[in-house]
């Protein structure tokens, strides 16, 4: 029987035994998501809310494993936020790490380049193609969190916001098998699991 033939990204993964992480950011407001929803006939849904709607942003990597992990602030991400949820991976994560993510200023900033190279014996960092956020099966969380999970919420506070994405967080790590389905949609193929 024929050994499973692995995608590029896997072989330098397993050469240099490593956890593959895709990482990206996102942004999440008070604005609903609007999607077609279902009502008794004649009582068209009426969705309220505020216009002046503050924003929450966020940051997460999932791996093929199906393991995500998600930090989320106010504001925006910046350098610092970026090297905090580095560290919470090193902590979360044993060995050595490739994290995949785009070109974005803050991934180039000297803070961060600095704390990667400070932490070079555990985590490698490889960039995506420019112009191909397609290629990040984490795309596929943020869609999959404000056009289902957060699909018509609309939170009266920030903490309604921030309790709810917790929430669908959470309902998204008990289905690693839906984590795995991100990366099919990216088109990266996952015919050799590698170990947890």
Known sequence: M??????????????????????????????PSVLRTWAPRGQTPVLRYCFNWKRLSAISGITPQGYLYLLLRDGTIKSDQVIEFLRYLLRCRKG?????WDGAPIHRSGLVKAFLHQHRRRLTVEALPPYA??????EHVWAYLKYVGLA????????????????QVRRIKRRPNLIR??????????RHPMSS
């Open 133 to 138: 956020p397609e290629l990040n099966p984490d």
């Open 181 to 190: 389905s991100f990366y099919k949609a990216a088109g990266l193929l996952l």
């Open 96 to 100: 050595r790490m490739l994290v995949v």
């Open 152 to 167: 018509n919420f609309c939170p009266r506070h920030l903490s309604d916001l921030r309790e709810e994405i917790q929430r």
């Open 2 to 31: 024929g050994r499973a033939r692995l995608a590029p990204h896997q072989k330098k993964v397993q050469r240099r035994q490593a956890t593959l992480l895709f990482v990206d950011e996102s942004g999440f407001s008070q604005k």
